[in-house]
């Protein structure tokens, strides 16, 4: 069972850039997706974006399009989230995930990373 580990997260100013990332202990098969979803204090975890692994293919939540990037690395177990054009609102614990359905509810997802902070300042 591959298990995660997101990191990456800071503090930047509004209109700065950063770029998670989430290794997983194993190799991430072909037909695993892999998200982000973000948590704010006092808020409900919400999605990001997600990535097929096999076939490249990716969405977003609205807020992000255009600004934020999900990608897989070179590497059979890495997946990256460029994040840039950053806004105050975009602060959060950013969580990676993997599971099988190309979905945007977090009860899709069956693995999950500690999490990492992303604070951006305005």
């Known amino acids: 069972q591959a298990q995660l580990a997101d990191s990456g997260g800071g503090y930047v100013e509004a209109g700065g850039s950063l770029r998670l990332s989430c290794a997983a202990s194993g190799r991430i098969f072909s037909s695993a997706v892999m998200a982000w979803f973000r948590q704010a204090p006092g808020k409900e975890r919400e999605f990001v974006a997600a990535?097929?692994?096999?076939?490249?293919?990716?969405m977003y939540a609205d807020s992000v399009k255009g600004r934020f990037t999900i990608s897989r690395g070179d590497a059979a177990n890495e997946a990256y989230l460029q994040m840039n054009r950053l806004k105050p609102e975009d602060s959060g614990v950013y969580f990676c995930?993997?599971?099988?359905?190309?979905?945007?509810?977090?009860?899709?997802?069956?693995?999950w990373g500690q999490g990492t902070q992303v604070t951006v300042s305005s």
């Open positions: 990535f097929r692994w096999g076939v490249q293919r990716s």
């Open positions: 995930a993997r599971g099988q359905d190309f979905d945007s509810t977090s009860s899709a997802y069956r693995d």
